[in-house]
């Protein structure tokens, strides 16, 4: 059973800090490449960041350089490091593997960024 479970978003304002937290199932950690994604009102969900399981990355433009994914083979756990948020960097955040499972879905932790 694939389980994903995000937390750490909160509000935030603009050239803030935030940092996530994705809690994986065993069976799908060990063997996927990671990725975390987010929604904005209106738009399309989209890939922010992957990470490999030998730690290869790959970041949208917009968040290289502020962003910063990480895993945790030991506790199955996959963060993602936020810093000089934006606005625009307001959304729902959500974990999956890279590219995602369909099926694997979790609830996604909102992030504002806002004054």
């Known amino acids: 059973q694939v389980q994903l479970v995000e937390s750490g978003g909160g509000l935030v304002q603009p050239g803030g800090s935030l940092r996530l937290s994705c809690a994986a199932s065993g069976s799908i950690f060990r063997r996927n490449a990671m990725g975390w994604y987010r929604q904005a009102p209106g738009k399309q969900r989209e890939s922010v960041v992957g990470?490999?399981?030998?730690?290869?990355?790959n970041y949208l433009d917009s968040v290289k350089g502020r962003f910063t994914i990480a895993r945790d083979s030991a506790k199955n756990m996959v963060y993602l490091e936020m810093n000089n948020l934006k606005p625009e960097d307001t959304a729902l955040y959500y974990c999956?593997?890279?590219?995602?499972?369909?099926?694997?879905w979790g609830q996604g932790t909102q992030v504002t960024v806002s004054s």
């Open positions: 999956n593997t890279y590219p995602p499972l369909s099926l694997a």
């Open positions: 990470i490999t399981t030998d730690g290869v990355t």
